[in-house]
């Protein structure tokens, strides 16, 4: 009988006299016929390169790290908790939902298929259980995804793979403590992951070079737009410096012309006062000196008054009050007069005051009736718009209506009136001769192409004749000779024989040569 003692990360495990199926326990008497073993329940790291397959079938290599152990936390029946596998302990009558106490029977079963090799290791059976649960689980989930959904949604991914894997190393007391997916490579002959790295760094780079275009570009701008602020601010300063100055320049200089103009001034002010001061003393030595004279002439006068003088001065005295007492009548004339001019001035004012509100009132009258006179002709011949509008929808359009209008008018009449008095006075004058058998002998009728030149010849004076008469040109001698003045000569006799046959009639008018040699 001996007693065991299990390090801090073991366990003992054990089996025969006395124990039902497996007692799991940190320390414990081992009595004959029992058999104890230690297990560790440190958690191993399982590398796996795993190589699956996308639901778009691409071929990648997936590395993967778990860190699987027992799980200690899960001690099913021995501890009072309800098992994994089942709903109630007494549904796993063999472990009682205990995870340690399935993880030591499957290290005795491992154990036990060592011995039968003779050399096996058991860790290598359980590394085996374990990978073979990896690499199944992670092969079905992957092989239900994209690769574009592998890559976006890498923590759903590693999420899932736990789930699954979790539940079937649960049934070996198994959990995973860690799991690490590492960044995913190509399998043997692809290229798929190369070629995503290319393009990713091509763009990177293309990125990068078009970053540090803008960054330089800003730079520039930045630097530019500065430097412009800059000299903006210093340009801005200097001028607003130059404004100051000159403000105060221009403070300085009024400062100075008002003192200088008070100065003028006080000195002006100073002048006037000593010639006042002066003056007066001047003035008051005058008055003064008046005095005295004023005095001395009183006592004179009064000493003349005593002689003759008397009598002269109450005669001054008399002429004095004569020429005051005239001057005071004027002035009453002149005042009587201006207010005579006054009164009336104010009555013509006011009389043109009424006149102007008078000829206002009667101008505004007269405003409003030509206003009011306007706008009902407005409205008539609004009125007559569309009676014409209707009238010209009624005759077929405007040229019916306007021919309507033209009868309403008398416009007809008028033209025809226009026309009659234009010809009426008119005296056409026609002239007519016969150049045929009836104007030669009897015996000229056998004379055939003769009489016809004779006829020819005969037409064209009484022709040239008509034309000089009324066209007033005259033809040259060459063209029909001594004819014309024969022509001439007989015309009168001509004429009365005409009129003796009612066949000339001489007026004022057109002429013309009918088929007979008839000239009109």
């Known amino acids: 009988m001996v007693y065991t003692i299990a390090s801090p990360d073991e366990y003992l495990a054990i089996t025969g006299a006395g124990v039902k199926t497996l007692k799991i326990v940190k320390s414990a008497w081992v009595w004959p016929l029992q058999r104890c073993n230690r297990f560790s329940i440190q958690p191993n790291d399982y590398s796996i390169n795993l190589q699956a397959m996308t639901r778009e079938k691409l071929q990648f290599l997936l590395p993967v790290v778990f860190t699987v152990g027992p799980d200690v936390n899960q001690r099913g029946g021995t501890a009072g908790q309800a098992p994994v596998d089942g709903g109630r302990i007494e549904d796993a009558p063999a472990d009682h939902g205990d995870a340690l106490m399935k993880y030591a029977m499957l290290l005795a079963q491992a154990q036990a298929e060592s011995q039968s090799q003779k050399g096996g290791n058991p860790r290598q059976h359980l590394e085996n259980i374990i990978k073979g649960i990896i690499e199944g689980e992670t092969r079905v989930l992957v092989s239900s995804m994209t690769m574009e959904e592998i890559f976006t949604r ?79 601010e210093i340009a801005k300063i200097n001028a607003e410096t130059a404004v100051q100055k000159t403000e105060r320049d221009s403070e300085r200089a009024r400062a100075e012309a008002t003192l200088a103009t008070r100065k003028t001034n006080f000195n002006k002010d100073v002048n006037l006062a000593q010639i006042e001061a ?76 009424v006149e102007a509100e008078a000829r206002f009132f009667a101008a505004s009258k007269d405003a409003e009736a030509n206003l009011i006179r306007q706008q009902r002709e407005a409205a008539g011949l609004s009125a007559m718009a569309g009676a014409y509008a209707d009238l010209s929808n009624a005759f077929g359009g405007p040229a019916g209506l306007i021919q309507y209008m033209m009868i309403e008018k008398g416009v007809y009449q008028e033209l025809a009136q226009a026309n009659a008095d234009a010809v009426r006075g008119l005296n056409p004058k026609m002239t007519i001769w016969n150049t045929g058998n009836q104007a030669g002998g009897e015996g000229e009728s056998g004379q055939g192409g003769i009489n016809s ?55 004022k008018g057109s002429s013309g040569i009918g088929p007979n040699g008839l000239h009109n």
Request: proline share 2%.
């Open 278 to 353: 002066t003056r007066a003393t001047e003035v008051r030595d005058e008055e003064l000196r008046k005095d005295v004279e004023v005095k001395r002439a009183q006592t004179e006068l009064e000493r003349l008054r005593a002689s003759d003088v008397v009598k002269a001065t109450i005669l001054r005295e008399s002429k004095q009050q004569a020429a005051d007492a005239s001057n005071y009548e004027e002035q009453a004339r002149s005042n009587a007069a201006f207010y005579s001019e006054q009164k009336a001035a104010d009555a013509y004012a006011y009389k043109m005051k």
């Open 154 to 232: 890498r923590e759903d991914f590693k999420k899932k793979i736990f789930q699954n894997i979790q539940g079937e190393l649960s049934q070996f007391g198994l959990k995973i403590y860690n799991a690490n997916v590492k960044e995913l490579r190509d399998a043997p002959q692809s290229s798929y992951f190369e070629s995503l790295s290319r393009k990713a760094h091509e763009g990177a780079i293309n990125q990068a070079r078009v970053d540090v275009a803008e960054a330089q570009r800003l730079g520039t701008v930045g630097e530019a737009q500065r430097q412009g602020e800059q000299n903006r």
């Open 453 to 507: 030149i004779r006829n020819m010849y005969q037409m064209l004076p009484p022709l040239m004749s008509t034309i000089h008469e009324q066209t007033g040109v005259t033809m040259p001698e060459w063209q029909f000779g001594k004819l014309a003045t024969q022509i001439g000569e007989n015309e009168g006799q001509v004429a009365q024989v005409n009129s003796a046959n009612g066949k000339h009639v001489k007026g």
